[in-house]
């Protein structure tokens, strides 16, 4: 198979690997893929993960690609707080929380960085399109949560200052019924005692 004829036949794929070429392709050669490469035809992401060297890189397809070379997976923790105005902080990487393994891939378009959740706590997130795909990120009620449970240093009210939690848009925006049914689900008595603190710090705030 030649580039030409790939690249017409996975011009809608945002990242695609070896099991996608090989539906076109059974007996594909996996030399041509180091030879394109070679070219800067395309680019490798991780192992067996490849996008092609033209691709247009916006905010929403490194999502896509997040969702796809890890998963199952959806954006959250850092990544969702930023995007819902929680931080103010630029966020150096693509965050996100997986069933699988934590990982952390550092390629040429980005960092992509996944923490291992239990299967139990997939949920809490949405289905969002771009260009004709999909991704997974977040609700902000989830974001939250996801973080400080990933994060148990954030647990007084020094730490939330330290955070430069955007009350005011939490307070407006967040489900809080929505929050407290995500929370116990959970069933994690230390995260509890944190987002007690959390929500009397937010009343106060």
Known sequence: MQYIELKEQ???FKIFNLSDIRKIEAGFDLRRLNEWQKKNYIKKIRQG???FSDLEISEQTLFLIANRIHGPSYISLEMSLSLYGLIPEAVYGVTSVTTQKPKTFKT???NF???HIRKELMFGYELLEHDGHRYKIAEMEK???DYLYFNSNINNEESFIG???NVSQF???ADGEKFNKYLLAFGNKALMKRVKKFLTYIQHA
């Open 171 to 173: 307070k407006e925006k």
């Open 163 to 165: 955070l430069r939690f």
């Open 49 to 51: 993960f490849y996008i």
């Open 108 to 110: 040429s378009i980005g």
């Open 143 to 145: 974001a939250v949560l």
């Open 113 to 115: 960085i996944y923490r």
């Open 10 to 12: 996975l011009k809608d």
